[in-house]
């Protein structure tokens, strides 16, 4: 008899509470999560979002969100899957369990997914994340039967940068034209040559340049054919090209240093580093049909799509 009494107790406040639910995924409140993803055996533990541990495959949910916008193309995210996932595995090594905090990337919480995306885009944005995840479950980036280092970045220059020292034959320079249309492409900045020494002055307390004459003193030591400086003299020091852009708020270091009046005006073209894979490019490449793996092999000279055992 108690059975049944609380059987129907149970019907009733399913009854309340159905209609209440159902308007709250209508209206958006209440976002509809579909966990698919695959177990890999290997746990991510101790996350700052308070979570004791997590599958490395669950994992990758997070960590691509906070890699590449949630509009893209599935196939372009399909890509950044396999790139973050060979990360994860390289960080892994031979062990089952990782420190959050030795990965070293940064990792979207739910609730820094939902005040990135806008909890109109949640749901949406995330089950395509993890469709992704789940879809490609256990697939790496290998060369030579080893894991890559999956470098990327979010606009090239119009062309990808090619690994001069054949550490890594797999990063060779190919055409991304397309990159040219995306947002934030082209950076100018026009600075006074007092404005430049202060900017420079904070990349070595060792190195401080004077404004005087500041611009003759600017000389490029070494600049590779994609535009990306590796090298310059500024003053009597040397600096990378890298740290003079960040010094400078520029997001590349692909860059042209000139005379404007009497300020200097620097010119960069891209976003990131400029090697591996180019995800706006990659993209563009995925409205075009391509498939995740085709857009690996355009960016990744000669790898593999390889399944973890």
Not at 113 to 124: A, C, K, P
Not at 131 to 153: A, R
Not at 223 to 243: C, P, R
Request: hydrophobic content about 35%; overall charge negative; proline content about 2%.
């Amino acid at each position: 008899m108690k059975g049944k009494k609380g059987q129907v107790i149970a019907v009733v406040i399913l009854c309340i509470l159905f209609p209440y639910v159902v308007t709250l995924l209508l209206s958006g409140r209440l976002p509809t999560i579909v966990k698919k993803t695959g177990y890999s055996g290997r746990e991510v533990v101790a996350i700052s979002d308070g979570t004791s541990s997590m599958d490395l495959e669950e994992y990758l949910i997070g960590l691509v969100a906070a890699q590449i916008p949630g509009k893209y193309e599935k196939e372009a995210i399909k890509a950044q899957v396999m790139i973050a996932r060979t990360y994860l595995y390289q960080i892994f090594g031979s062990e089952f369990t990782v420190a959050q905090e030795n990965i070293g990337m940064e990792y979207f919480s739910l609730s820094d997914m939902r005040q990135v995306w806008g909890e109109e885009n949640f749901s949406t944005y995330y089950n395509k994340i993890e469709s992704c995840v789940s879809s490609t479950f256990g697939m790496v980036i290998t060369y030579n039967k080893e894991y890559i280092q999956p470098l990327y970045h979010a606009v090239s220059s119009g062309v990808t940068r090619e690994d001069t020292t054949n550490t890594y034959p797999y990063l060779k320079s190919v055409s991304s034209i397309v990159d040219s249309e995306a947002e934030g492409y082209l950076q100018m900045k026009v600075i006074s040559q007092e404005s430049m020494a202060e900017a420079i002055n904070t990349i070595d307390k060792g190195k401080q340049v004077s404004e005087e004459n500041l611009l003759s003193t600017i000389q490029v030591i070494e600049k590779e054919s994609s535009g990306y400086i590796k090298e310059l003299q500024i003053g009597n020091y040397t600096f990378s090209g890298i740290s003079v852009a960040k010094a400078l708020g520029l997001s590349s270091h692909c860059m042209t240093i000139e005379a404007y009046e009497d300020n200097i005006r620097i010119i960069a073209k891209g976003i990131g580093h400029g090697y591996g894979l180019s995800q706006f490019g990659a993209n563009e490449m995925a409205k075009q049909g391509k498939t995740a793996e085709e857009i690996l092999a355009y960016y990744y000279s000669g790898i593999e799509i390889a399944k973890v055992d």
